[in-house]
């Protein structure tokens, strides 16, 4: 399966799939990506709001009116508010986190970028996080930006996210192989 299949899966993939489409062919990408992140923005921070998109208690016109009102206070482009419109029509709008972050994800790859998400021990220094991004980049032929996570359960090394692969290098991890494999001979 492509990494770009992979993005695309599910409910959130097709409707992110459909929205990137629209903001491609009609060179509004950009502007759409800022709506968007205004709107997981917004998410964030309204437990309301999170459970309106979530709760099955809320009717679909309910749903609808809300979002028809929150895009215009948010003054989105006609095509985020359309695309939020029809998701609340199908009673989907339980998925808009996870089809902001396809959309997002979508985008990074058609410029050529991709997103690695990385836990260590302690926090890398920005010369390691450089050597890392650099390191990356030549492995996947894509610019890398690091989202750094410090996790000091995983005693030391590396845990690599990206897309779909994913690279475990910690300490802890080749413990718990070493003490699986000893149970195997004892």
Do not use: H
Not at 115 to 122: F, L, N, P
Not at 135 to 141: I, M, N
């Amino acid at each position: 399966m492509s990494d770009t299949s992979s993005l695309t899966s599910g409910v959130a993939g097709r409707y992110a799939t459909a929205l990137f489409e629209i903001a491609t062919e009609s060179s509004v990408l950009s502007s759409i990506e800022a709506d968007l992140d205004a709107l997981a923005a917004a998410l964030d921070e309204s437990a309301e709001l999170r459970d309106l998109i979530s709760s099955p208690v809320y009717s679909r016109k309910q749903q609808g009116d809300v979002m028809a009102e929150l895009s215009k206070q948010m003054k989105v482009s006609p095509k985020v508010a359309n695309t939020l419109a029809l998701m609340a029509s199908n009673r989907r709008l339980f998925v808009l986190p996870q089809m902001i972050a396809a959309l997002k994800a979508l985008s990074a790859d058609a410029r050529g970028q991709i997103t690695a998400d990385v836990t260590a021990a302690k926090k890398l220094t920005k010369a390691q996080q450089e050597s890392l991004a650099k390191a990356l980049s030549k492995s996947t032929g894509k610019d890398v930006t690091i989202n750094m996570a410090v996790d000091e359960k995983i005693i030391g090394g590396l845990i690599v996210k990206m897309g779909s692969k994913m690279i475990d290098t910690s300490v802890a991890s080749k413990l718990a192989n070493l003490q699986n494999a000893m149970k195997e001979v004892g």
